[in-house]
């Protein structure tokens, strides 16, 4: 991200919010011990990592994280990371949702979780709130968003991206006239005929460097810009969400522009999206590159040793630091941090989360005297289409697939979701169990 042509943007007027998110449902089991910013991502980050290094990458330093589910390990995660020099006025801090006095409720929407901080957030000196939310895979110049929101006056600047017909019943849809002001908005249409009006003309592509080609749209990002003034205004009322209630009203009342974002960009916030992105990164041209160190992606040093491989056969695969692989057939997977995997084992588009230790030998042989495998995947194991959460023992012999079974089902020891099946955090499958 060139900062050329840039120094007239004052960095330090702004303040950045990532929302993120409340229960996390579409993400369970994922999240049902840990927020879903703090769900493990591509081996060895984390979902919230990726918002954090956007503004980081963009120079702003000013960062608040909102949550209030499952936060103890995000809160871990943040504080050993993020560590700014003691002389700047940088810093990332979680704003959990909390009960005082005067307020017993908690985050009841987007919009509502702004409000109930907004006090402490005035206490800030800035002009720009900039808003992003906590469960999106891009990669994205935010100072373009702030300069852009500066040099066409807006009160309010929402990226937007442009999607096909397909895409639009899942999103916000913008329409916008030659200037980039938003003047109308439809939430997530179901009837087709509604999106004529809405479909963006040639003289906007034209402007925007689109060549011809499908009727697009242009959807918004949950990504926000508001003046400090304005802000107060729109949330001087009950109204609980962004998307659907304060955007939609200010377009009638305040000056809401566009920015129009052409980058790639993924929802990871459903299991078949987060498995998807996930996946899309082993291939040998991913459209999320981890390896573009001009703006790079920052999490949690470790301090691991390099991974170990003896005689494994691997193929389109990420593997994280820490891992001991035995003789094992890996494709299309992600092996998270500190993953062991046994001989002869065959892993095939599997997505695991890793583990957060390595387990001592006191322990293995304790579970073992118990009848349970160690911490990892076990040998002559043979595991498609699933995910594997954080310090998971799978047994030796254990088979694991979708194909078969429903769609979505609860099961004492795993979870289908979107037809993949998904071992949840510390569970146990036994040595020849069939999934």
């Known amino acids: 991200m060139s900062q050329t042509g840039r120094q007239s943007i004052n960095i330090s007027k702004v303040l950045c919010v990532i929302l993120g998110g409340g229960q996390g449902t579409r993400l369970f089991p994922l999240t049902k011990d840990r927020a879903k910013p703090a769900v493990p991502l591509a081996g060895k980050y984390r979902i ?39 002389f ?33 957030f005035m206490n800030h000196d800035f002009d720009y709130l900039l808003i992003l939310s906590g469960d999106q895979l ?7 968003v702030i300069e852009q929101h500066r040099d066409t006056n807006a009160e309010i600047t929402v990226a937007t991206l442009p999607v096909k017909a397909a895409d639009t019943p899942a999103l916000g849809i913008m329409q916008i006239d030659t200037s980039g002001r938003v003047t109308k908005f439809l939430e997530k249409p179901k009837n087709p005929a509604l999106l004529e ?7 906007i592509r034209e402007q925007a460097g689109i060549a011809p080609g499908d ?37 009638n009342t305040h000056r809401v522009y566009s920015y129009v974002y052409q980058g790639y960009w993924e929802d990871i916030g459903t299991i078949r999206n987060f498995f998807e992105a996930n ?11 981890f390896f573009d160190m001009s703006a790079p992606i920052f999490s949690r040093p470790r301090y691991l040793p390099g991974s170990k491989i003896n005689g494994a056969v691997v193929d389109h695969a ?23 995997i046994g001989e002869n084992t065959e892993l095939n588009r599997v997505v695991i989360l890793g583990s957060d230790y390595f387990e001592s030998i006191a322990s293995v042989q304790r579970h073992e005297e118990a009848g349970m495998p160690r911490i990892g995947i076990g040998a002559g194991c043979q595991i498609e289409n699933a995910i594997i959460d954080k310090n998971a023992r799978i047994g030796n ?39």
């Open 48 to 86: 919230v990592d990726i918002p954090i290094s956007n503004c980081i990458n963009s120079r702003f330093r000013r960062i608040y994280v909102l949550t209030q589910f499952n936060s103890t390990s995000l809160h871990s995660h943040i504080s050993r990371t993020y560590k700014f020099d003691q």
């Open 88 to 120: 700047s006025a940088g810093f990332v801090e979680i704003l959990a949702a909390q009960q005082t006095f005067n307020n017993t409720s908690w985050y009841e929407g987007t919009a509502d979780a702004v409000r109930k901080n907004l006090v402490h």
């Open 138 to 144: 891009y990669r994205m110049d935010l100072q373009e």
């Open 197 to 203: 009006p809405f479909k963006m003309p040639a003289e």
């Open 215 to 251: 009727d697009l749209y242009l959807a918004s990002m949950g990504i926000y810009v508001f003046n400090r003034k304005v802000i107060t205004e729109l949330l001087d009322n009950p109204l609980s969400d962004f998307g659907k209630h304060i955007i939609p009203h200010a377009i």
């Open 279 to 289: 996946l899309d990164i082993v291939s040998e041209l991913p459209r999320f590159n």
């Open 318 to 340: 990420v593997i994280a630091d820490g891992c001991i692989i035995n003789r094992a057939r890996i494709t299309n997977s992600v092996v998270g941090l500190r993953t062991l």
């Open 397 to 435: 012999g254990v088979k694991i697939s979708p194909a078969g079974k429903p769609d979505n089902l609860d099961h004492e020891r795993y979870y289908i979701r979107d037809g993949i099946v998904i071992i949840p955090k510390d569970a146990v499958i036994p040595n020849g169990m069939v999934i």
